[in-house]
Nanobody, 124 residues
Framework: QVQLVESGGGSVQAGGSLRISCVAS????????MAWFRQAPGKEREFVGG????????YYSDSVKGRFTISRDRAVNTVYLQLNSLKPEDTAVYYC?????????????????WGQGTQVTVSS
């Protein structure tokens, strides 16, 4: 069984930066891709961005492109989300997810494993 644990969330003022991490544990962890989603109160879970595990190709939603960066370190089974130029509308719980096969980045049902989430709060 795979477990994903996020960390690094917190509160920051608009324009600030944060880096959140997601560590995977469990035997034979070798996903096809990892992704970050977020969910604000009263809203649906939203795709933020993702990265292919083997070759590190990234893909971002338009709302974060140019501000957020995803990277991974396969040696320690960790994926990172660097959040820059944060805006109040970025406030949400951020989740990492792992998918075993290829597919649509934004389709939540394709991700077999999810973390518990970490809160990011951006004040104006």
């Amino acid at each position: 069984q795979v477990q994903l644990v996020e960390s690094g969330g917190g509160s920051v003022q608009a324009g600030g930066s944060l880096r959140i991490s997601c560590v995977a544990s469990g035997r034979t962890f070798n996903p096809n891709r990892m992704a970050w989603f977020r969910q604000a109160p009263g809203k649906e879970r939203e795709f933020v961005g993702g990265i292919t595990w083997s070759d590190g190709i990234t893909y971002y939603s338009d709302s974060v492109k140019g501000r957020f960066t995803i990277s991974r370190d396969r040696a320690v089974n960790t994926v990172y989300l660097q959040l820059n130029s944060l805006k109040p509308e970025d406030t949400a719980v951020y989740y990492c997810a792992a998918a075993q096969g290829p597919g649509l980045w934004s389709r939540t049902r394709q991700y077999a494993y999810w973390g518990q989430g970490t809160q990011v709060t951006v004040s104006s």
